[in-house]
């Protein structure tokens, strides 16, 4: 079993939809949870960084963490055709060390 | 955040041979790591570059095989040595100040022959 599961996709949606993208994981020692954002032939990108249970929001992007079930969540509100990407989840139980990585959910958001 | 650039972007080499891969960083940082990102697939630390020291190194990963440098806190290379074919993959540099999230770069995209 993966430490990290996430469902590989790919998530097709028509522009302006409610996206909900999710991981669950192992390993109960995990205090930091991000998502990345990973366009075609770049890097990952920092779009959340929690710590602990609870809620984040910056703008459109939404993210929930529930540790007691071991889940993540990523909501992207209004989806746009420019949030068509892989989205990483990714945890690690100490910031700035080693980070598990989900295996990423490919969104196509259509116009 | 810290701006990363990473050379080369891409390489096709050929298998036996090695190639080196540089990681700048714009600003001093405290951590600076290399992982892998083999086709399809998600992103796997191979080493944490510690500077003035030997690389620290991940299950699975050896320093004969893959030999990092990191002289000074905003400079680290990754060497991928007697290359196969399984080597083909992405490998990204990324990097943390002391209790802050990764960032990373665009990776450097290698093939072989």
């Known amino acids: 079993q993966k430490e990290v599961e996430q469902d590989p996709g790919p998530l097709s949606v028509p522009e302006g939809a409610i996206v909900s993208l999710n991981c669950t994981y192992s390993?109960?020692?995990?205090?930091?949870f991000m998502w990345y954002r990973q366009y075609s032939r770049k890097g990952p990108e920092l779009l959340m960084y929690?710590?602990?249970?609870g809620n984040k929001e910056d703008g459109r992007f939404t993210a929930q963490v529930d540790k007691s079930s071991k889940y993540i969540s990523l909501f992207i509100r209004d989806s746009q055709p420019s949030d068509s990407a892989t989205y990483l989840c990714?945890?690690?139980?100490?910031?700035?060390?080693?980070?598990?990585f989900g295996s990423g959910t490919r969104l196509l958001v259509r116009p | 955040s810290a701006v990363i650039s990473q050379k080369p972007s891409r390489d096709i080499c050929q298998r036996g041979t090695s190639l080196t891969i540089q990681c700048q960083v714009d600003?001093?940082?405290?951590?600076m790591f290399w992982y892998r990102q083999q086709p399809g697939q998600s992103l796997t630390l191979i080493a944490t570059?510690?500077?003035?020291?030997?690389?620290?190194?991940e299950s699975g990963f050896v320093i004969d095989k893959f030999p990092i440098s990191r002289p000074n806190l905003t400079f680290s290379t990754l060497t991928v040595s007697n290359m196969s074919p399984e080597d083909s993959s992405i490998y990204l540099c990324?990097?943390?100040?002391?209790?802050?999230?990764?960032?990373f770069g665009d990776g450097t995209r290698l093939s072989i022959l």
């Open positions: 990324s990097v943390a100040g002391f209790g802050q999230p990764q960032h």
């Open positions: 390993n109960s020692a995990f205090q930091y």
């Open positions: 929690t710590y602990s249970s």
């Open positions: 990714a945890m690690t139980s100490d910031s700035s060390y080693k980070l598990i």
């Open positions: 600003s001093q940082v405290t951590m």
């Open positions: 570059a510690n500077q003035g020291s030997e690389a620290t190194y």
